[in-house]
């Protein structure tokens, strides 16, 4: 099937009703698989539902952060080259992320003594949201299930990954520093086999 009869089954399915996001939703999964989603996401909304979309990212090949931890330690994104980094964006208030943060600090702990790393960005308004959420975590989790957690707020953080209209955000970083994957919403079970495959 072509680009076009891809491009009018998503088009179709676009005025629909709650059966017509379902069909939307499988027409998308279905492009990524055949590779031909790219132009497309663009013009398609974020679902209301859960997302668990992964697709390659092209507008920055090569990410910058810097700042300071919420600990107050300088940090810079480019200092974990020869390591796959996984990067999330979220916020104390988004459910979702809240929700996901015992099975990542898991899956990050399984990783330990391998070349990998995961980076929390918060986006929160109020930097005593993150202090707050950090002082429980410190006194409830494991040290080998915390990871490196920055605040978006702080004067001194930078970034060149854009605003996410959507929480959870991530990008999945390889050993060179280059993203290879983005994921809009929850981070799918499948990224960690990609970041196994990047290990």
Known sequence: MGFANHASLLTASRGASRSGR????LAVVA??????AAPLLAQTPPSTTKAEIAA????????????????????????LKGK??????????????????????TNYEGWAGK?????????DKRMQDV?????????????KQQFVQLWMGDSSYRDNLGAHAQLP???????TGKIVERYVGRIPPEAWDRIADLL
């Open 22 to 25: 379902k069909l939307r939703g």
């Open 31 to 36: 492009l990524i698989s055949l590779g031909m």
């Open 56 to 79: 390659p990212a092209t507008a920055v090949v090569t990410p910058n952060i810097e700042g300071k931890t919420v600990e107050g330690r300088p940090f810079k994104l480019s200092s």
């Open 84 to 105: 796959v980094v996984l990067v999330l964006y979220w916020s104390t208030g988004c459910a979702v992320c809240r929700d996901k943060m015992p099975e990542l600090r």
């Open 115 to 123: 070349p990998f790393e995961l980076v929390a960005v918060a986006t």
């Open 131 to 143: 202090v707050d959420y950090e002082r429980i975590i410190a006194q409830t989790v494991s040290t």
């Open 169 to 175: 955000a991530g990008y999945l970083i390889d050993k």
